[in-house]
T-cell receptor
């Protein structure tokens, strides 16, 4: 996880927006990803962004990419209790290899 | 229906034993992986196979030996298990970079 850094915890009230931030190191990364891990489960691909894009929106999810600062964020609108999980940022390192951040644990409180 | 399936889901074993974890994918992907997730949730790649050929072998003790009998299967054999091997091991597969990985649900290995 040393190539990709994320804050470890985020607490948000139900109905508010969540913003999870990530910084990465490899400027040649082609794709950047957000994965979600619910307790006891594997990682599920939520969304990805190609490195020549600034923004991608997919229903309640908005991904912003600042390539100059190597900063990636995931915004979840109208956060629900089912959004409580660990969110991993990942960058492609070439040869299909992904490097993951340490994960941000999102807790949604009523 | 399961895309990437791993067995067993839980494995509790004594130090010094040898154990295997199996992984199968029915997605037709060419590339399969083993990742280790430690107690702090860090995910580190261990191995990657593309069409049965080893393409990534990170710094992993040689007690860990992957085997890919065909491109739909990637098994992980661990010899002489140690306490530090306790972790969740995830199998994954991918077809290309764009679609990322599809993960299995993990095998929680506990060495006592």
């Amino acid at each position: 996880g040393e190539d990709v850094e994320q804050s470890l915890f985020l607490s948000v009230r139900e109905g508010d927006s969540s913003v999870i931030n990530c910084t990465y190191t490899d400027s040649s990364s082609t794709y950047l990803y957000w994965y979600k891990q619910e307790p006891g489960a594997g990682l599920q691909l939520l969304t990805y962004i190609f490195s020549n894009m600034d923004m991608k929106q997919d229903q309640r999810l908005t991904v912003l990419l600042n390539k100059k600062d190597k900063h990636l964020s995931l915004r979840i609108a109208d956060t629900q209790t089912g959004d409580s999980a660990i969110y991993f940022c990942a960058e492609s390192m070439g040869d299909y290899k992904l490097s993951f951040g340490a994960g941000t644990t999102v807790t949604v409180r009523a | 229906d399961t895309a990437v399936s791993q067995t067993p889901k839980y494995l509790v074993t004594q130090m010094g034993n040898d154990k295997s974890i199996k992984c199968e994918q029915n997605l037709g992907h060419d590339t399969m992986y083993w990742y280790k997730q430690d107690s702090k949730k860090f995910l580190k790649i261990m191995f990657s196979y593309n069409n049965k050929e080893l393409i990534i072998n990170e710094t992993v003790p040689n007690r860990f030996s992957p085997k890919s009998p065909d491109k739909a299967h990637l098994n992980l054999h661990i010899n002489s298990l140690e306490l530090g091997d306790s972790a969740v091991y995830f199998c994954a597969s991918s077809q290309d970079e764009l679609r990322g990985y599809t993960f299995g649900s993990g095998t929680r290995l506990t060495v006592v």
